[in-house]
């Protein structure tokens, strides 16, 4: 399957519906998932902070998991390691325990189990499917930001030559993407570090404002191979960002890629963030002549990982 | 002052015995802390979690904080915008808050106040200082074990050869570091990446096994510029992860070069790979002919920021 349906399935997913039931009932939440199927949790412990809420990308939980835990484990396949090991611990502290997946064994876990209603789509193209419940479940959003939403990523899916451009760009000067984002989008950072590394196969990194002023700042003004980085920098109209992203640019000299989310809520903002870097990371595929469907490396990593175990068992 | 002085003195930092003091009190923890600074609450946030704790690089804090709630607040100079804006929200929200520093504004914020008694070290060289306390409040590391990794870096000040032969190999292929950790030194492959940055002015990133299985992995088999990267790997004897690190390697052929922490406790393999990391980027910014102290840059951005802050105020 091409990776222009998942681009034009993305929009569907903000009308997914289903919901965490009983999410007043626990003192804390845990979210648990690996890589794309991770950028859900992440999101939602970036934007819901009414509770303490942790994030779990290991195979370990903290000690505080307990009865008192609402732990929601997002797989795609349902077959995910760490994230099963993690959930299976959670089962046995007593944790209440919702899993989010296609299938696999993951959903014998769960006390509630939330079905994927598409397999046909990369495990990364999900984040919809897996962060929407969580957004429905905790009351996140307003039904007529989601619809505003859904016109954002039309929109995009009708004209996104200025993600073809970014992608020109970088392909031309061979370039590693560094994407800065800024609060409440620094999941979507990372997602488009994710999405850089599996849709287009380079590598990428990314980081945030203002936390990189304490650390990359120096490195931008001093480091070999700069002109081998690309940089792209999310800018949300908090003035402080504004500035630090203007001033960072001015006395390191670097030339961000300034990328100001449309709409006016934060789910809107999140989903267009969402979408365009996943264009961007498509057409830096197309140019690269890469199949952004083509995960088999990671495939075959846990194939042999689960061999080397084989031996090693009694 | 030389950076060598901050290295030798860094083994003194683990016989800093300043305690923070009620750890049992409160129902969950917020440390906070940006750059070098936040390195010591991200090493605590990874280390424990008896209760929820949250981690503050942001001038957001969780919308749960309370007076439920430990705020510990870190800043070497005591002047750090986000971390002193989300300190007085903190107490605004009747936290109880403990600040830690040399001096600034910050402590006065605090009901309790821990002062570093030594002010002429750069920031990012005071990690011992900002931790120990949390690992002392909260009984985190046997005396035994704190005498044992004193010696491994006493033993690392006397011979730190082997740094010097990795800093050669980045600077000869002027390649950016990759350093990727796991469970439980995350956050020391971050402060890695913090002390290539500020140290030697260079670019550098971190990941961690298992996460990275799950995204950089496609981009390591496929990316351009793989020759002008350096990949460093923790291995810390979890055979899970030792197996991950050969795989990936064999897969990806990546040449992944292997730490393996010195001492049998974490406080021991902590304290030693935060060290092995800091003359690793001493050496190469001294190849690269560069100040490690200097982080002018990040002093003029500062001073920039608040005259523009200055010119918007009424």
Chains 1, 2 share one sequence.
Not at 130 to 141: E, Q, S, T, V
Not at 160 to 186: D, M, T, W
Not at 211 to 235: I, P
Request: a positive charge; hydrophobic letters at 40%.
């Amino acid at each position: 399957m091409d990776y222009l349906y998942d681009l034009k399935s993305f929009k569907q997913q903000l009308l997914f519906d289903a919901t965490i039931d009983d999410t007043d009932k626990f003192k804390n939440i845990a979210v648990a998932g690996m890589g794309g199927s991770g950028i859900a949790a992440m999101i939602f412990h970036e934007l819901y902070s009414k509770k303490p809420v942790a994030l779990v990308n290991d195979y370990h939980i903290p000690d505080y998991v307990s009865s008192d835990t609402l732990f929601v484990a997002a797989s795609f396949s349902g077959n995910t390691e760490e994230t099963i090991t993690a959930t299976k611990e959670a089962k046995a502290r007593g944790a209440w325990i919702v899993t989010i997946g296609t299938g696999g064994t993951l959903e014998r876990y769960g006390d509630q189990h939330i079905t994927i209603p598409q397999k046909d789509i990369q495990p990364r193209s999900a984040t919809g499917y897996m962060l929407m419940p969580l957004i429905n479940g905790f009351d996140m959003a307003d039904k007529a930001d989601i619809k505003k939403a859904y016109k954002l990523l039309d929109a995009l899916d009708k004209d996104n030559s200025e993600c073809l451009g970014h992608a020109k760009r970088i392909y031309q000067a061979r370039a590693i993407p560094v994407i800065f984002g800024s609060h409440p989008f620094k999941s979507a950072a990372y997602k488009w570090k994710i999405l850089f590394n599996e849709n287009s196969k380079v590598i990428a990194y990314s980081n945030s404002f203002p936390e990189l002023n304490h650390n990359d700042t120096m490195a931008l003004a001093g480091t070999y191979q700069k002109e081998k980085l690309y940089f792209f920098a999310f800018d949300n109209a908090d003035a402080r960002i504004t500035n630090r992203i203007k001033v960072t640019g001015e006395i390191t000299k670097t030339d961000f890629n300034v990328i100001r989310p449309k709409g006016g809520s934060t789910i809107e903002k999140l989903f267009y963030l969402l979408h365009y870097g996943a264009y961007v990371s498509y057409h830096l595929a197309k140019l690269r002549k890469m199949d952004p469907t083509d995960i088999s490396l990671i495939e075959d990593l846990k194939k042999r990982l689960k061999e080397r175990e084989n031996v090693k068992a009694p």
